[in-house]
């Protein structure tokens, strides 16, 4: 038998052998991660060939073997005249049986893309869409046009189902368009069976999958429903499938494919500027109040009997603005998640036949808002992201006209939607694009926009229709931070040494010399207004001088603020920081928006006004100068 002294030995041995295995184990997991990455970087570069390859194909031809059928059916059944940017290379592509991807802004008729081709030939289309008040919207509208159309969701009555269900088996059946919601699809083998069905006896034309970023976590509004519809390019080999959504980012389009099973697909995407729609930043007061007096001014005079959305973060807002709106007389709806689907769906027809003149709503109402006429869209709070901000804006001027979007921009309101938010992967990347865009006042604000979508579009393609344009790009001006930045660290060292947080508000009350004497700083007070001093605060925050620290209590989650990565370089010689400062231009809220283009008012740069002229000026003259 071996000694203790030998077996020790022998383990030492054995656990150096190991570590030898364990060492060659790690370099081949690496080598094996890195083949991994290479592979899956191969394969995107190989995508992105395929879709760039048939990108390349002119598929706005008018030489197809349907070409004269999709023509007449846009005139006689459609009553168009004309196809829209890239309606046709869709109907194209998908009638050509390619899979394809759809990207165009919201309102650009994407739903003419799988609506014309339905019609084209035999069969029937699958149409999978997100929201049922969409999908009803559309099948009474293709009804009015005698199309034959169905929609099967997990709340229709068992009639109306089984009528769907009967379409999917039935050889007779005349039914050209089958709308289901994507848990219908994936939970439902009922509904599975028939479509096979459907397929095998060769009527299953396509299927349109509608607001496909729903698939992508990346996207702003995932549906976990959505995975499912990765088994239906294999359980269905040559069906084409037309995804179709109005958010544009790479990633989202990447994601999607993949999910979808469809990589190299053909993507076509038409550019996501809306000529017609004019942006504004409009500075919000800080009480409810003058807020209130803005919108009633807005919705009695500059669009007094037009059709229009006001958006806001939190329901209780929607309640209490739609509430103070209906006491000044006007005729407004509350739309918002908390609310009965009946009742959502009463105040959405409400505001379509014009009872309503405007809706308050939250982000719920949104998806699906076919209304053409929406002539103004109000951000009475900063949307979450740039991309949701797009989103929503873009549900005015879908019939083409001028149509207004106004954001309400304060500091303030920031940490509102951050503390919403921030637990969300990039979410506060996403929230400080959009802070960006608010406090911009020197880049055209299609610019941005554009910067967004990856695309590139000139001066040219504003056309005045944004408030820094109209008020002139160039001479702007800029303010040093440098001396600012050192005040604000050392009001929050200062501060961190008492042990104490502060918020936005006691941060600039200290700057101001304002609030509890041993949080101010030794200097002066600013020279500028507090309200500029909101700007530079956002400013620093939205570029890393400053950060926000987020404490729960039983109610809420207060928003501290604390010294962000950056400002760490503050007190180095050669520091120098630059914000370009907004201008201040007029938007008047009494006189009718202009109806044209090219109407545009004439706006000067003005100064901005004290604090005591703007009270003056509160309910007697209605120009608001904004920043
Ligand atoms: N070629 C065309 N000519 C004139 N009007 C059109 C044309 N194509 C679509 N429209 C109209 O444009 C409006 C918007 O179309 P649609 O609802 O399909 O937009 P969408 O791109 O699906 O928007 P969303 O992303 O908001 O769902 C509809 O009223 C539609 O009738």
Redesign the pocket.
Known sequence: MATAEELKHEITKVEKELFIVETEMEKWRTKQRQLHEKKTELKKSLNKLKSDTLAQVDWAGTNYEWSEKVEST?KTTFK?N???PK?LSAINSTLSRQHTIVV?P???????CYQLPALVEQGLTIVISPLVS?MEDQVRSLKNKDIPAMLMTSTSPKEETNAALNALRDKNSGIKLLYVTPERLAKSKRFMANLQKCFSNGRLQRIAI?EVHCCSHWGHDFRPDYKYLGILSNMFPGIPILG?T?TATAHVINDVQKILNIQGCLIIKSTFNRPNLFYKILEKPTSNDECLNILENLLKRRYKDESGIIYTNSIKDAEDIANGLRKVGLKVGCYHAHMEAEARSKVHMKWHEKTYQAIVATVAFG????K?DVRFVIHHTISKSMENYYQES??AG?DGLRAECVTLYRMQDIFKVSAMVFSSVDSMDFLYGMVKYCLNGHLCRRELIAKHFDEDWGDSDCNKMCDVCVSGIGNTKEINLESHCQTLANILDNASKQDTKLTAQKLLDAWFLKGPVPLRHKGKEPSFSRIFAEDVIAYLLVDGYLTEDFHYTAYSTIVYLKKGPNMEVVYDKTFTLKMPVRKYTKFEIDKAAPKQLCDHEVTKSVKRPSSTEKKNNKKSKLIIIDD
């Open positions: 846009l168009n004309t196809f829209r309606q165009m919201t309102g650009a008729g994407k739903s003419l969409l509608d179709l109005a998806m699906g808002i076919d053409p873009g549900r879908r």
